[in-house]
Each structure stands twice: as C-alpha cells, then as structure tokens.
C-alpha cells in the first residue's frame, strides 16, 4: 500500500544492549539526532527548556539527558514550550483537553475557546505539526483524540479510529522527518479489541517509534497492564515504545517488565512530597542528589510554604529518584537479574506484605 511504500531510514536507531530472560523488559541505547539516551528512560515534563523553577545547571547535575515539552497555543499566539534539543514534544491536544476543559472535538481538530476573549481557536494535526517542527524537538507526537480512560460507549471507538485519520494527515504534514521523529500514539480506552485493532493500524506506518497513551487516568491497575500488554505485544521490538502520562516509581517497573522502554510523568515537578515540621532526616538517606547532601525534612518544611527554592529543592530529589531508578533498572537488565531487582524493589515497597 502507499503507506508502506517507502520505507525510509529515520531519525532515531535503537540498539537493544540485553532483554530480560523471563520478562518483556530490555534496555537499548537509542539514538536521536542530538543525543544517545540509556532506556528505558523516565522524561520528567519540562516548561520553557527546563524543569519547574531548575537552572539549566541543576538539570546539568541531574545528568537528565531528555525531558518532555508541551505544546500550548493561547490566544492566537503560540506559547512553545521545549528546547530544540535532548526533548519530546507533545502534540498539545492532550493538555487542552485535560487543563483547558473547554475543548470540542471536532474531524478538524481540537477546537477550544480562548480564555482571555472567548474568541475560538482550532488545533488540527497539521497545526500541531507546524508548531512542532518549529520549535524542532527530537521526538513529536502526533495530534491524537484522547478520551478519559473510565469513558465507554461508542465515544472510545470514534476516538480511536480519529487518532489514526490524524495521524495520517500529522504525517502528511511533517516537514522534518530526517531529523525529527515522530510517534503515532495507541488509543482504544479500556477495550482490548480497539487497543488491539489501533496498534495493528499503527504499525503499517512507516515510523521510527510508538506510544501508547490514554491510560493512568485512575483505570484498575489489572485493566491498565492488561492495556500495556495488549499493545506491547503488537508493536515491533526494534522501535522504541513510550508510555504517555505514567511516571509513579510501583508503574515504572511493572511496565518495563512489560516492555516499554519510554515515559513521562508531572508527578516528580508538581508534587512536593509530604515534608515533616520535626525530621531532621533528609528526604531520603540513601540519595546522592544535592538536596539530600544538603538539607533536612524540617528545613524544607519551613521554607516549602513560602518558598519557590524549596520545591526546586524537592524537585531536584524527585527527578533524581526516578532518573535512579532507571539506571538500576537498565543494570539489572544486562546483569539479567531484573526479576530479582522487581522483587526487592516491591518487598521495600510493601514492607510486611507477602
Ligand atoms: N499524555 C498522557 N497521556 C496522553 C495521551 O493519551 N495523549 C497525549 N497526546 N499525551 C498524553
Ligand atoms: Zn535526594
């Protein structure tokens, strides 16, 4: 078919380094026009080239070597969030949908109202890669139609079968395929058969990677590995698979286990986590990142509530816990012991539960 027709080389190669003997997990270093990155990788969601409140030194020392940007168009003007370089970008329908909570889904696009005027604006495929060719991040993903994942019915299907007409027309429109990547996103909510039948879609197309998104919405655990599985099992081992949205420490490593080798997560930049007034301990004793080096609990507590510097701080510790996490995930898969590291990691996690 025309879709298959040219199978060019793309932007990005994916070396797998080891696989997992017993589960789906592997470890690759991926090449992107202007980084190698380990997997799998955790991308924490930046806003204007870095992370929340981080100087770019910060984010130096967090040897974080990619992170994701959003694509937001306000007002008539575009607001492009993202450095050029060693990011993702997403498409910006996503956000619309779930901060602007004014968006209407139309065949066009994603078409919203201006909070400032109330003037409408409209977000198609093809915008949304105008303006992620512009701003020229290593990854972009396509404009995608994202429902909740507790929605049923017909509205599931409809989404679905959008997200892979966008796609095509989000193709179509890609100025800068030869250095930039772009990834089709597997939609299809809780329902195997339409998760199934989106991925098998999917994979006709002459692409350099796959994500896989509409789920961590608040779904059954059972159902969202169910939903991973369904997908990982479809898509080619040789591309590398991002998990949209999914970032807690427990979901890494299920869904490394279940073959993912990418993911983003708000969690580590939005939430300062639960500081006690008393606690002279650093936030976590074993960590190595400069927040712990340097301060206790009880200081972070007096300053966090007054303070931007304090959830730099915690902000620091947090994106220095799961880029960790990663890296001894990506150990114990070429020591080939990551059945072993998932065992600990969830008997720490679960103390006293068999
Ligand atoms: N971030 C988390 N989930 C999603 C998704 O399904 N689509 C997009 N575009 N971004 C996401
Ligand atoms: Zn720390």
Redo the contacts with the bound molecule.
């Keep these: 078919s025309l879709l298959m027709a040219s199978k060019g080389t793309h932007a990005l190669s994916l070396k797998i380094i080891a696989e997992c003997s017993t589960t789906k997990a592997r470890t690759c270093k991926m090449k992107l026009p202007h980084y190698v990155v380990d997997t799998p990788v955790f991308m924490p969601v930046g806003t204007q080239g870095t992370l929340k409140g981080l100087l770019p030194q910060q984010l130096e020392e967090l040897d974080c070597k990619i992170m994701l940007g959003n694509t937001y168009h306000l007002g008539h003007r575009y607001i492009c969030i993202g450095k050029s370089w060693r990011s993702t970008q997403?498409?910006g329908?996503?956000q619309m949908v779930s901060l602007l909570k004014l968006a209407e889904i139309t065949e066009e696009g994603v078409k919203f109202e201006s909070p400032h005027d109330r003037s409408e604006m409209m977000l198609t495929p093809e915008k949304s890669i105008e303006i992620q060719n512009s701003i020229g991040a290593d990854i972009i993903?396509q404009l995608?139609d994202?429902v909740h994942s507790c929605v049923t019915g017909p509205r599931v299907e409809e989404a679905m079968y959008r997200t892979i007409r966008w796609l095509d027309r989000c193709i179509a429109a890609h100025k800068r395929p030869h250095d930039q990547c772009i990834f089709p996103?597997v939609?299809g909510g809780l329902y195997p058969d339409l998760r199934k039948k989106c991925a098998e879609e999917l994979i006709k197309r002459d692409v350099p990677g796959f994500a896989i998104?509409?789920l961590s919405g608040g779904e059954e655990k059972s159902q969202f590995w169910k939903m991973v599985t369904i997908s990982t099992d479809i898509l080619p081992k040789e591309k590398p698979r991002y998990l949209?949205?999914v970032g807690f420490a427990i979901d890494l490593v299920v869904c490394v286990a279940l073959g993912c080798d990418m993911f983003d997560c708000v969690y580590p930049t939005r939430t300062a986590k639960d500081i006690y007034a008393k606690d002279f301990r650093p936030i976590d004793e074993n960590c190595k990142c400069s927040t712990c080096q340097q301060y206790t609990r009880a200081y972070l507590h007096t300053v966090v509530q007054t303070e931007t510097v304090a959830c730099q701080l915690v902000t620091v510790h947090n994106v220095a816990y799961q880029l960790d996490l990663m890296r001894s995930i990506q150990q114990s898969i070429v020591e080939d012991r990551f059945p072993e590291f998932i065992r600990r990691f969830f008997n720490k996690q679960f103390p006293n539960k068999d």
Excluded: A, L
């Design positions: 997403d498409s329908g996503f993903m995608d994202v996103i939609q998104g509409g949209m949205g």
